[in-house]
DNA sequence: AAATGATTTAATCAAATGATTAAATTTTAA
DNA sequence: TTAAAATTTAATCATTTGATTAAATCATTT
């Protein structure tokens, strides 16, 4: 049993296995995506992804935290910016998922799903950032909505704009999107989710 | 090889079956379910389960097909109501999601993973009610706002409605919602959404 | 060039898993 | 009550799948 610890270093083979395995993970989930999938895509053994990520898991792992950063990484830096005002928040918010969600369309459902499954596990071992009463969102819309808890805003936005990439199959079958309808209604949301969500600030 | 064909009917040991493949399959996806922990669920014999449901895809799309009419029978008697008007509508979407999800919570991120990752077969197995131009809440959508593509709506209020179901596990890692304060967030939405829904509608 | 270490491969293992079979038991019908 | 049919079980297959191993190849250093 010859164990050698391998220092990571953004090698080809390395850097080939793990974009192989983002792309697996995110189209099926840990569940349906084999190793030998992987190994296919990537154009490699299947003993070097075990050389190289020692398990399934691990190799999951890091993508993971790769995509949770990535899905959360677009609200921290607005939220938590206290010399934007509401509203351009707001704005910001919903632009940026927007040009990040186009990239990627599948990661919302890859995310949430993976959450809900390994609760336990992912909260504990990735450090993901809180929200507190003081990010300056928070105060924000509480300075404006006194009467209404700010968690519904954020569930307003975040439904409003990433719902639709997750539900993108939904409305397919449903019969109201096809393939390049989709994209546009996706741009004229960018503007349009703003004035919606600024009315409903307003709205009494 | 015997194959006997076996006429459904509600017999008791099917019947447990089938509920401990609902339960096992929403919990898990196809792909993690394992039929044994189905067979475990239901106290059940393994072989049973291929005995009464020939196999593990069979049980899963009769369960996937029961899922797909929970979650959209809930929209269609109402969008396609022409005695309602169109503010009762929405009053009425958000208030019947809640209540069904409020039992269900796992079902829409189960629906719309499963949906996503089989689009070929499901689309084509499952007869899902088609939104057409002439469905009453697209035509009061279009006469309200003729600016603006009624797909956007439906993806509001789904969104403000669905969306919070989806990223539960989202919203209690960020540190926003503990358990207990979840149902009740929920709660003040049945109220909420459609004021902002409606606030939206007017909104330029 | 030789030696050492890193990388890659083919072959194989062991466990998990969907499915089947043959026999036993229970239920139903005559 | 008995015969036939339906139901249930234990045991077993065959395949899939994550992982390992031992050997081969390649690269780097001396």
Known sequence: MTKKIKIEKDTSTEAKIKDAARK???????AAARTRDIAEESGINL??????FRSKEKLFH????????????????????????????????????IDMLSENPDLPLFV???????????????????ITKNVSLVQQ????????????????????????????PAFGAIGILNKSDFETVIEERRKLIPVWIKAALKAK
Chains 1, 2 share one sequence.
Do not use: C, W
């Open 62 to 97: 890091e993508v993971m935290s790769e995509k949770i950063q990535q899905f959360f990484g677009v609200l921290f830096p607005i939220i938590n910016n206290s010399s934007t005002k509401l509203e351009t928040k707001i704005d910001l918010i919903v632009a940026n998922y």
């Open 24 to 30: 697996v993970f995110m189209q099926k989930g840990f």
């Open 112 to 130: 949430l799903n993976e959450m809900k499954g390994k609760r336990g596990q992912i909260n504990k071992t990735l450090p993901i950032e809180k």
């Open 47 to 52: 003993a070097l992804l075990n050389y190289y």
């Open 141 to 168: 819309l509480q300075k404006r909505r006194p009467d209404i808890n700010p968690v519904h805003f954020l569930m307003n936005i975040l439904g409003m704009t990433v719902f639709p990439f997750i539900a993108r």
